[in-house]
């Protein structure tokens, strides 16, 4: 998702002041271009970060590197995982892959569909819940692992052996106990907005949700990155 050749100085000076004055270690403009490269060799030459998406990517940089102090800026929790919101094509799927090479290997995020979730559940039951919750460490270890769960809000309620389970609310809410007890990091992304989110999973996770996650939404009028 570059800029067009007309605002790149400009750009590029806006966001060097931004990131001095705030004493950044990191040159933002510089991860932009080596973001949309990488970007490029794994999704194709049509990928790139369009203008209006900038702040978003730099909220998400600013996160998996750590960088505190442009985090704090940018009013983002490190402690918190990452839901991100944005119509579909957006690109929050392929930006939250992208982020993943950033990321220390304990804070890597395991990226999984929550329709695949959701069919597990069908086909193993419980198991699959405790799987994406409390067996959701590094073995041998009290290390939690991290998981972005894609498209939330997509998949059905699934049934085993009679019994109706509304999956991925029930895994958010276990990890939100994980978060308080073991600091289990969870990133979701989903095309719906918090009501939409709250019809299907009601109120007592949406609350839940504002202590697990930084809301990073793309614009309504960004540009859908599956187009041709």
């Given at each position: 998702?570059?800029?067009?050749?007309?605002?790149?100085?400009?750009?590029?000076?806006?966001?060097?002041?931004?990131?001095?004055?705030?004493?950044?270690?990191?040159?933002?403009?510089?991860?932009?271009?080596?973001?949309?490269?990488?970007?490029?060799?794994?999704?194709?030459?049509?990928?790139?970060?369009?203008?209006?998406?900038?702040?978003?990517?730099?909220?998400?940089?600013?996160?998996?590197?750590?960088?505190?102090?442009?985090?704090?800026?940018?009013?983002?929790?490190?402690?918190?995982?990452?839901?991100?919101?944005?119509?579909?094509?957006?690109?929050?799927?392929?930006?939250m892959t992208l982020m993943?090479?950033?990321?220390?290997?304990?804070?890597?995020?395991?990226?999984?569909?929550?329709?695949?979730?959701?069919?597990?559940?069908?086909?193993?039951?419980?198991?699959?819940?405790?799987?994406?919750?409390?067996?959701?460490?590094?073995?041998?270890?009290?290390?939690?692992?991290?998981h972005c769960f894609d498209?939330?809000?997509?998949?059905?309620?699934?049934?085993?052996?009679?019994?109706?389970?509304?999956?991925?609310?029930?895994?958010?809410?276990?990890?939100?106990?994980?978060?308080?007890?073991?600091?289990?990091v969870t990133h979701v992304?989903?095309?719906?907005?918090?009501?939409?989110?709250?019809?299907?999973?009601?109120?007592?996770?949406?609350?839940?949700?504002?202590?697990?996650?930084?809301?990073?939404?793309?614009?309504?009028?960004?540009?859908?990155?599956?187009?041709?």
């Amino acid at each position: 998702m570059t800029d067009t050749p007309n605002n790149q100085a400009g750009q590029e000076g806006s966001m060097s002041m931004k990131t001095k004055a705030i004493q950044s270690p990191y040159d933002y403009y510089q991860l932009m271009q080596q973001l949309e490269e990488h970007g490029k060799n794994v999704y194709g030459p049509r990928f790139r970060i369009d203008d209006i998406d900038r702040s978003v990517v730099v909220k998400l940089l600013a996160y998996f590197l750590q960088d505190e102090p442009i985090a704090t800026a940018e009013g983002i929790d490190l402690q918190k995982g990452i839901l991100l919101m944005g119509p579909i094509g957006c690109g929050k799927t392929s930006l939250m892959t992208l982020m993943r090479a950033l990321a220390p290997e304990s804070y890597r995020p395991q990226i999984v569909s929550c329709r695949d979730v959701s069919f597990e559940f069908g086909k193993i039951g419980y198991d699959a819940i405790a799987r994406y919750s409390r067996n959701a460490f590094f073995p041998y270890s009290s290390i939690p692992r991290v998981h972005c769960f894609d498209d939330l809000g997509v998949e059905q309620n699934m049934s085993f052996w009679g019994n109706s389970c509304n999956v991925m609310g029930e895994i958010l809410l276990s990890r939100y106990d994980l978060l308080i007890s073991h600091k289990m990091v969870t990133h979701v992304t989903t095309n719906l907005n918090s009501e939409e989110l709250e019809g299907i999973y009601g109120n007592r996770l949406r609350s839940k949700m504002r202590a697990m996650f930084n809301l990073i939404a793309f614009e309504l009028s960004t540009l859908d990155k599956l187009r041709s």
